[in-house]
């Protein structure tokens, strides 16, 4: 059963139209994925949301009149509010009152699947809730569930500080173990001279799909926002037979909670450990130049700015107009198309070709275990058997560090 939920939201002074509207898009987008019926939007202009309210008193009593019209169950904010303006909110309303980091917050509890997700989701939602416990109680007591109360929001968490002290430090115990697990994982992976791909992109770019088609997988996708949450990763092999490791992750958005960077900084170290960067862009999206930006900015903050890129503008069956990449080195494809597919693992063993060493080199023929440590770990281009000598003479490329180039 869905919940009628009216949307309210502030233009700030410094937001342009344009902006907000696709901001406002993808509020309705998010409320719709966690399984909201929007029924209204109210907006405001104002220089800055009202300190104690968010919006202004008249718009509060065109709330109520809504809220009796269109039976109206939830009210959820386009800005992350403070712990006074919900409870103010919710008095004057008589509704519980979510806002963006917290309806993201429950759309990551709802998917979480492997026990490290559902541990950082958690960690997230009650380092989110901890210092706004006291405007929390209506949406906390809010019969049969419903959105905002996923995880954590189902216990009367505002009567216990303690209890969610002890919570936190449990989780932040257990993730360590994963950390360290996943610490010990990359490890062995740079020990085996493994090269790594990582996909990044804006949320509901086509990660997924471009994920499934290049290695033949089955991770979930589909057309919602954060369809992928815990992180994924396959073998894929480049056209020279190299077979590196590539891996999924959640998407991006702007304005994320805080809180949920923090929480799956451990997941989004797969970026930085990266040898190379995919950064899916959905081409067809009318704000890709800003969903872009906010994948590059967060790429920054991650300290992951330094890894060569490929940018992937995704979806381009939908754009009927000329499209100009923006970011270079770029390709422009259809996740869903074979042809480009195989256009990006052809730009990816160029791109590989540059980060690495060429070398040359003579293996003996009774040296099989050798010749094919060559051809699992480098980019061959070109191979032949000398009769006369027995061996093989190998042309490629290797990283610089890797121990076949002191062989």
């Given at each position: 059963?869905?919940e009628n939920?009216?949307?309210?939201?502030?233009?700030?002074?410094d937001?342009?139209?344009?902006?907000f509207h696709?901001s406002?898009e993808?509020?309705?987008?998010?409320?719709?994925?966690a399984?909201?019926?929007?029924?209204?939007?109210i907006?405001?202009?104002?220089?800055?949301?009202?300190?104690?309210?968010?919006?202004?008193?008249?718009?509060?009593?065109?709330?109520?009149?809504?809220?009796?019209?269109?039976?109206?169950?939830?009210i959820?904010?386009n800005?992350?509010?403070?712990?006074?303006q919900?409870?103010n909110?919710?008095?004057?309303t008589?509704r519980s009152?979510?806002?963006?980091?917290?309806?993201?917050?429950?759309?990551?509890?709802?998917r979480?699947?492997?026990s490290?997700?559902?541990?950082?989701v958690?960690?997230?939602?009650?380092?989110?809730?901890l210092?706004r416990?006291?405007?929390?109680?209506?949406?906390?007591?809010?019969?049969?569930?419903?959105?905002?109360?996923?995880g954590?929001g189902?216990?009367?968490?505002e009567?216990?500080?303690?209890?969610i002290?002890?919570?936190?430090?449990?989780?932040?115990?257990?993730?360590?173990?994963?950390v360290?697990?996943?610490?010990?994982?990359?490890?062995?992976?740079?020990?085996?001279?493994?090269?790594?791909?990582?996909?990044?992109?804006y949320?509901?770019?086509?990660?997924s799909?471009?994920?499934?088609?290049?290695?033949q997988?089955?991770?979930?996708?589909?057309?919602?926002?954060?369809?992928?949450?815990d992180?994924?990763?396959r073998?894929?092999k480049?056209?020279?037979?190299?077979?590196?490791?590539?891996?999924?992750t959640?998407?991006?958005?702007?304005?994320?909670?805080?809180?949920?960077?923090?929480?799956?900084?451990?997941?989004?170290?797969?970026?930085t450990?990266?040898?190379?960067?995919?950064?899916?862009?959905?081409?067809?999206?009318?704000?890709?130049d800003q969903q872009?930006?906010?994948?590059?900015?967060?790429l920054?903050?991650?300290?992951?700015?330094?890894?060569p890129?490929?940018?992937?503008?995704?979806?381009?069956?939908?754009v009927?107009?000329?499209?100009?990449p923006?970011?270079?080195p770029?390709?422009?494809?259809?996740?869903?198309?074979?042809?480009?597919?195989?256009?990006?693992?052809?730009?990816?063993?160029?791109?590989?070709?540059?980060?690495?060493t060429?070398?040359?080199?003579?293996?003996?023929?009774?040296?099989?275990k050798?010749?094919?440590q060559?051809?699992?770990q480098s980019?061959?281009?070109n191979?032949?058997?000398?009769?006369?000598?027995?061996?093989?003479?190998?042309?490629?490329?290797?990283?610089d560090?890797?121990?076949?180039?002191r062989?």
């Amino acid at each position: 059963m869905k919940e009628n939920v009216l949307i309210i939201a502030v233009q700030k002074k410094d937001n342009d139209d344009t902006r907000f509207h696709y901001s406002m898009e993808e509020i309705k987008s998010l409320t719709e994925t966690a399984k909201g019926q929007v029924k209204e939007v109210i907006t405001q202009k104002r220089d800055q949301p009202h300190p104690a309210t968010y919006l202004g008193s008249g718009k509060i009593a065109e709330i109520n009149e809504l809220i009796e019209d269109e039976d109206i169950q939830l009210i959820v904010a386009n800005d992350e509010l403070s712990a006074s303006q919900m409870r103010n909110l919710q008095n004057q309303t008589g509704r519980s009152i979510i806002d963006r980091s917290q309806l993201i917050l429950d759309i990551f509890a709802n998917r979480a699947t492997t026990s490290e997700g559902k541990l950082q989701v958690e960690l997230a939602q009650y380092q989110y809730l901890l210092p706004r416990l006291h405007g929390q109680g209506l949406a906390l007591s809010r019969l049969g569930g419903g959105i905002g109360t996923r995880g954590p929001g189902e216990t009367k968490l505002e009567s216990d500080r303690r209890h969610i002290n002890r919570r936190i430090n449990e989780i932040k115990r257990k993730l360590t173990t994963v950390v360290n697990q996943r610490k010990q994982y990359r490890k062995r992976r740079r020990l085996n001279h493994i090269f790594k791909i990582t996909i990044v992109g804006y949320t509901n770019a086509g990660k997924s799909t471009l994920f499934n088609r290049l290695t033949q997988s089955d991770s979930f996708e589909e057309d919602q926002l954060f369809a992928t949450l815990d992180p994924m990763s396959r073998k894929l092999k480049l056209p020279s037979g190299l077979m590196p490791i590539i891996t999924d992750t959640v998407g991006f958005m702007q304005d994320l909670p805080t809180e949920l960077i923090a929480a799956f900084r451990s997941t989004l170290e797969e970026v930085t450990e990266a040898d190379l960067i995919y950064h899916v862009v959905d081409a067809s999206h009318p704000d890709h130049d800003q969903q872009q930006a906010t994948v590059v900015n967060l790429l920054k903050e991650l300290e992951a700015d330094h890894i060569p890129m490929l940018t992937i503008y995704n979806k381009m069956d939908r754009v009927d107009y000329e499209f100009v990449p923006l970011l270079k080195p770029a390709l422009k494809v259809s996740a869903l198309e074979a042809d480009d597919r195989s256009q990006i693992l052809h730009e990816t063993e160029k791109l590989i070709k540059k980060i690495w060493t060429r070398y040359e080199r003579q293996v003996r023929a009774d040296q099989g275990k050798l010749l094919q440590q060559y051809k699992q770990q480098s980019i061959i281009i070109n191979e032949e058997f000398i009769e006369a000598e027995e061996t093989y003479r190998i042309e490629g490329y290797l990283p610089d560090n890797h121990p076949l180039m002191r062989s």
